[in-house]
């Protein structure tokens, strides 16, 4: 079975611009929570969502937005990019079981550089 | 508020032990969580601690007090392979709820 994959991998923009990532979760997994990763930190959270509702949001600014669709896939939006939000951007699922040991399966992440 | 501490760096050599330890200060704890992160990979989930005590993973144990605020992650017979970012994170509220992750542990194993 595939794991979470993300897409793309590097993608290199400009102060000012918008930016879309897509994440697709574990097959069967209906939660998907999205972290920010700064080169030398552990990974913050952004967002989670289950069943295509936010079920939590961390301590970012209104440009950051995300929405999960039925297929459970996911994507995060970024308005009017700062050079501060150049980080590795990493998409987790989770079945949705809400067992206390259910673990998140992180995928690869996409690079964001912000110029 | 929240705080988790890690080392920064730990270098190590094939065949030794390493204790990485993690201190945490929460407003709730709902579990303890260690993944291994290669450079430019994913993150992957190394073991998970709710209860006090040590849980053992093959060359992997990691250890819960609680009542300390206080985790190890202690590697064994060390290979190249385990040269990686060390990566603590604490759950605060119900099963589901996002975690909150330490800066990371970056361990060098050299022969």
């Known amino acids: 079975d595939a794991g979470v994959t993300q897409s793309p991998t590097h993608l290199i923009k400009t102060r000012g611009q918008q930016v879309t990532l897509r994440c697709s979760p574990i097959s069967g997994h209906k939660s998907v929570s999205w972290y920010q990763q700064v080169l030398g930190q552990g990974p913050q959270f952004i967002f989670q969502y289950y069943e295509k509702e936010e079920r939590g949001r961390g301590n970012f600014p209104d440009r950051f937005s995300a929405r999960q669709f039925p297929n459970y896939s996911s994507e995060l939006n970024v308005n009017a990019l700062l050079l501060g939000d150049s980080a590795l951007y990493l998409c987790?699922?989770?079945?949705?079981?809400?067992?206390?040991?259910?673990?998140?399966?992180f995928g690869s992440g996409t690079q964001l550089s912000v110029l | 508020g929240q705080n988790i501490d890690q080392p920064t760096e730990m270098t190590a050599t094939e065949g030794a032990i390493v204790q990485i330890n993690c201190t945490y200060q929460t407003s709730g704890f709902n579990g303890l969580f260690w993944y291994q992160q290669h450079a430019g990979e994913a993150p992957t989930f190394l073991s998970y601690n709710v209860l006090d005590g040590l849980e053992e993973k093959g060359r992997f144990s990691s250890f819960l007090s609680r009542s300390k605020g206080y985790s190890y992650l202690l590697l064994k017979e060390l290979q190249m392979k385990d040269s990686a970012s060390y990566l603590c994170?604490?759950?605060?509220?119900?099963?589901?709820?996002?975690?909150?992750f330490g800066k990371g542990t970056t361990l060098s194993v050299s022969s």
């Open positions: 987790a699922s989770r079945s949705g079981t809400y067992a206390t040991n259910e673990k998140l399966f």
């Open positions: 994170a604490v759950r605060e509220g119900q099963a589901g709820t996002a975690l909150i």
